[in-house]
């Protein structure tokens, strides 16, 4: 179970919300759910590499993260079709998106759905 989370450093609601997801990562990683970060930094919003690895060390996100620094126009938010950030799709293992745009309670409540009440 993953979701692919796509935010930005310069977005205000995603800062916001990642304590929200960092909580429900260190939940239920140990149950094989895990975050993928797709950052919109970069390209015209014109933040850089640096603001971006510092918001994820800031914020204590843990998993991995990738950017081509093309912020809109990133080939991954392109294909999914976003338009605005925070978003994110919530995917079983089998590669079906199962949910999207959960945040805040709605992200746990679903993964204990999925994964169950039991963690570490």
Same mark, same amino acid.
């Given at each position: &179970? +993953?979701?692919?989370?796509? *935010? !930005?450093? *310069? +977005?205000?609601? +995603?800062?916001?919300?990642?304590?929200?997801?960092?909580?429900?990562?260190?939940?239920?990683?140990?149950?094989?759910? /895990?975050?993928?970060?797709?950052?919109?930094?970069?390209?015209?919003?014109? /933040? @850089?590499?640096?603001?971006?690895?510092?918001?994820?060390?800031?914020?204590?996100?843990?998993?991995?993260?990738?950017?081509? $620094?093309?912020?809109? @126009?990133?080939?991954?938010? $392109? &294909?999914?079709?976003?338009?605005?950030?925070?978003?994110?799709?919530?995917?079983?293992?089998?590669? #079906?998106?199962?949910?999207?745009?959960?945040?805040?309670? !709605?992200?746990?409540?679903?993964?204990?759905?999925?994964?169950?009440?039991? /963690? #570490?």
């Amino acid at each position: &179970m +993953c979701i692919g989370r796509f *935010w !930005a450093s *310069w +977005c205000g609601p +995603c800062r916001h919300e990642n304590p929200n997801v960092v909580a429900a990562y260190n939940k239920f990683k140990d149950k094989g759910f /895990t975050v993928l970060g797709i950052s919109l930094d970069g390209g015209t919003t014109k /933040t @850089t590499k640096e603001a971006w690895k510092k918001a994820v060390e800031n914020d204590k996100l843990t998993w991995t993260h990738v950017s081509d $620094l093309q912020g809109w @126009t990133n080939e991954v938010a $392109l &294909m999914y079709g976003i338009h605005s950030i925070p978003a994110n799709f919530l995917i079983d293992s089998s590669g #079906k998106i199962v949910a999207k745009d959960l945040r805040e309670e !709605a992200l746990q409540t679903k993964l204990q759905e999925l994964l169950g009440s039991k /963690t #570490k």
